[in-house]
Every structure is written in C-alpha cells, then in structure tokens.
C-alpha cells in the first residue's frame, strides 16, 4: 500500500471560493519509506493576503516566477494517482487540491486518511491535535514550520508513528469507513 502525504499552503479560506494553492509538497510513503517527492511554490490567481505571508513567510516575490498550478498538475496527479491521500487535516487539503485538479481537467478522487483523527483514536488523550504539538508530544523535530516541505516531513513520520503503534487495526477500518462514505 502506498500513500501520498500530502501538505499545501494556500491564499487561505476555501478553494471553491476562490483560495489558491501557494505551495505543495508530497511525500510517496510506502509505510516505511519516502519512495518520491515533489514539492514546489505555486503562482497564486490573486494576491497573497498580508497574514498568510506572516504566517508562511511566502511573499509575491516569491511565487513571481514559479509555475501556476495547472503547469504543475500532471505531475502532481501522476504522484497522487492510485495512492491513499493523507494529510492533518485531510479534507482541507484534499479539497484544495482536487478542486485545483479538476480546474486542470484532471479527474481525481481518493481514499482518504486524516493524521489528526487517527491519532485521536490510537493515541487518545493528548493535550492537543495540531501538527505542532502532536509532533512536540512525540519527539518529532518540525523544520521549517508553516512551509508545505516543513509540515509535509514532520507528517511522514508522525503517520509512520501512528502506523506502529496501530495494533487494533485502526488504519484498515478508517479506509473502509472513507470508502463507504464516498
């Protein structure tokens, strides 16, 4: 089984609304072992909005000369394609990029699964489930925090946590539960 770990940095808010996808990082995880990656800023259709940029510290200058989203879908479809779509935070990200997809004229749907709700079942009880403290509670190193590279990395390995420590068989039930909800 493999999975595409996904993380992206947007305009904010919604994708059907208008949000634009800033930049994108996958990470091709085999459940032990990155086997791909891909990871690149996107020239957004409008402005970056002053407070994502504090947040990520990506600017305008900085996407001025990086490719639009639909000069980079192939090849992120091709990455995504047949693989189990993970992220924190999944539906997030997951509309974001099947909506710019679609926009691409890439058809594209997938099994799902969402690093906060299964840490909420195979580890219950932490104090909070955002990617920061989940990764402070676990040991896991954060490098280059609010950048898609930064987050997608530190997801890899709290995914790979969660995956040892799955011994209810928490990650099978959660992909059969996602494909009855489709």
Sequence with gaps: MEYAIVDIETT??????????????????????????????????????????????????????????????KEVFSMLEGRIFVAHSVHFDYSFVKHHLESAAYSYKASRLCTIQLARVIKPGLASYSLGNMCGSLGIDIGNRHRAGGDVDATVQLFQKLLQCDTEGIVPAMLERDLTDQ
């Excluded at 808010?13 to 800033?22: K, L, V």
């Excluded at 085999?30 to 402005?47: H, M, N, R, W, Y």
Aim: proline letters at 6%; charged letters at 20%.
């Design 12 to 73: 904010g808010g919604n994708a059907a609304a208008g949000g634009s996808i800033i930049e994108i990082a996958i990470r091709v995880f085999d459940g032990e072992t990155v086997i791909e990656s891909f990871e690149s800023l996107v020239k957004p259709a409008q402005q970056i909005p002053p407070h994502i940029t504090s947040l990520t510290g990506i600017d305008e200058d900085m996407v001025q000369h990086s490719p639009a989203f639909s000069e980079i879908a």
